[in-house]
């Protein structure tokens, strides 16, 4: 089996059933991008071999989707209770009890724009600090309940409750700026 590597060249990877073969980039790519102390590993199932713990990782992800699963089911409720029709996103009105329904709908949208990063930073952060990022993550998840239990109340000042969901995402960003670092070989 051939594995094209990211400088175009070739590299053979051989793998036997239930064995682990190394795929050693050091000739393919400069000594300075692959890191002595973690070659890629390829199974013959084609995975790259990850930290024990990253099941932790895993399972604050599908924790995350059961977050956004959750918050849809709250706007669908809340569309159902203030009879907003579909394809409207948002009410027209800015005050009374019909624009209570925009705040679900903005708990849950705000929630889905950072939700990409969130996802990617937890994956990144994941391979090199899994229990760091599923408590970062979980610190996230658990912030964003608040938030959203916050503007359910039709107040948008008291989503501010849960601001402390951004301390998740900063930790989150900050182990993937460090394993991004480590496999730059920017620091030990």
């Not at 390829?42 to 071999?49: A, E, K, N, Q, R």
């Not at 009410?91 to 990617?120: K, W």
């Not at 182990?175 to 920017?186: E, N, P, R, S, V």
Request: hydrophobic share 45%; with cysteine.
């Amino acid at each position: 089996m051939l594995t094209r590597v990211a400088t175009g060249q070739l590299s053979s990877v051989t793998a036997l059933r239930g064995q682990t073969a190394r795929l050693s980039l050091k000739k393919a790519l400069p000594r300075r991008i692959v890191a002595k102390r973690s070659p890629l590993r390829v199974t013959s199932y084609g995975l790259i071999d990850l930290p024990p713990t990253y099941g932790l990782v895993a399972f604050t992800g599908a924790a995350s989707f059961v977050l956004v699963q959750w918050q849809a089911v709250q706007v669908a409720l809340a569309r159902r209770k203030y009879d907003v029709q579909y394809p409207k996103m948002y009410e027209d009105v800015e005050d009374g009890e019909e624009s209570i329904f925009n705040c679900y709908q903005r708990a849950h949208q705000n929630t889905l724009e950072s939700y990409p990063a969130f996802c990617m930073m937890l994956i990144f952060g994941g391979l090199a600090y899994p229990v760091l990022a599923s408590a970062a993550g979980g610190i996230w998840i658990a912030g964003r309940v608040v938030y959203s239990q916050g503007y359910y109340t039709g107040d948008p000042e008291k989503r501010l409750q849960g601001a402390w969901n951004n301390i998740g995402i900063i930790l989150l960003w900050t182990l993937t700026i460090q394993f991004g670092a480590k496999q730059l070989d920017w620091i030990p």
